[in-house]
């Protein structure tokens, strides 16, 4: 399903991504440049407006550079192919924008004295980066780990709605939020390990372990 929604949603932003990579490439820009930028651009987003209470502007922000995120590897492959390093630099830099996200949510929260909510922002960041661990775990292993109801976009368009709510003035909305997404995180974890435990149960000699 999330699986489902992620391709759909893909496919429907192609349109736009394709020409504007097509437009940076002609300007001169690499793809490791636009990585770069669109983690610094939800650094800012998160740390200087969201974490200070500006929830809305922090929101859009973020859902701006985060979406630069689908240009980049597009601009790789129409420039004759993705690399390894670009590869690396792009999970890398989600860590370090989903991080500025969770940690900003969790500051703001702090500020207004909301420490139940302030631990689950806590517990989606730690939980969220153990989501991409176990994958990238797995995929340094030679596997696969392309499940889960709770990938990166889904996750972030949680926090995103949540905090939108929060900021046009529905309280309960990103408490609310935090909550179901450490769930939903959990649950991946979960899922994660058993479709590894599946693999590696094939792969081990004499299989079935
Ligand atoms: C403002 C909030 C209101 C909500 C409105 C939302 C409007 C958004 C508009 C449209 C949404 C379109 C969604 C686009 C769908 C993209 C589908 C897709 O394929 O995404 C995946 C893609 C590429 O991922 P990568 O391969 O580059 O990354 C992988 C990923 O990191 C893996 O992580 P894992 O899943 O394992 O945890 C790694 O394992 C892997 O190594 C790595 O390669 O791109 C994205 O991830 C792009 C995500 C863009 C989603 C943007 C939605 C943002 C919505 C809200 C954010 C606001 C946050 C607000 C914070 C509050 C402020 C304090
Ligand atoms: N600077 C970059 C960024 C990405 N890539 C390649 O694209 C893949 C990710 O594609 P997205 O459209 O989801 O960003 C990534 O795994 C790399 O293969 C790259 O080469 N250089
Ligand atoms: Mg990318
Ligand atoms: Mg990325």
Redesign the pocket.
């Known amino acids: 399903m999330a699986k489902i929604f992620?391709?759909s949603?893909?496919a429907g932003?192609t349109r736009v991504v394709e020409p504007v990579a097509r437009g940076l490439l002609k300007a001169g820009v690499t793809p490791n440049t636009v990585t770069v930028a669109g983690t610094v651009g939800v650094l800012v987003?998160?740390l200087g407006?969201?974490?200070r209470g500006h929830?809305v502007t922090?929101?859009?922000i973020?859902?701006v550079f985060?979406?630069t995120?689908?240009l980049d590897?597009t601009m790789a492959r129409m420039s004759g192919g993705s690399t390894r390093f670009g590869?690396f630099l792009?999970?890398s830099m989600?860590r370090v924008a989903d991080s500025a996200?969770f940690g900003?949510?969790a500051y703001?929260l702090a500020t207004q004295g909301d420490y139940p909510s302030v631990a689950a922002a806590l517990l989606c960041l730690a939980v969220?980066g153990l989501?991409?661990y176990v994958?990238?775990r797995a995929e340094g292993l030679g596997m696969t780990?392309n499940v889960?109801i709770a990938?990166?976009?889904e996750?972030?368009?949680i926090?995103?709605?949540g905090?939108?709510l929060t900021g046009l003035g529905v309280d309960r909305a990103l408490p609310i939020a935090l909550w179901l997404l450490a769930a939903v995180s959990v649950f991946t974890v979960g899922q994660r390990m058993v479709h590894v435990h599946r693999q590696a149960r094939q792969l081990e000699p004499g299989g079935q372990r």
Do not use: H, N, P, Y
Request: charged share 15%.
């Open positions: 992620q391709v949603a893909r932003m987003g998160a407006f969201g974490a929830l922090g929101a859009l973020v859902t985060a979406l995120d689908l590897g590869a792009d999970s989600d996200v900003a949510v703001w969220g989501v991409s994958k990238a780990c889960g990938e990166r976009t996750r972030l368009l926090v995103g709605v905090g939108l």
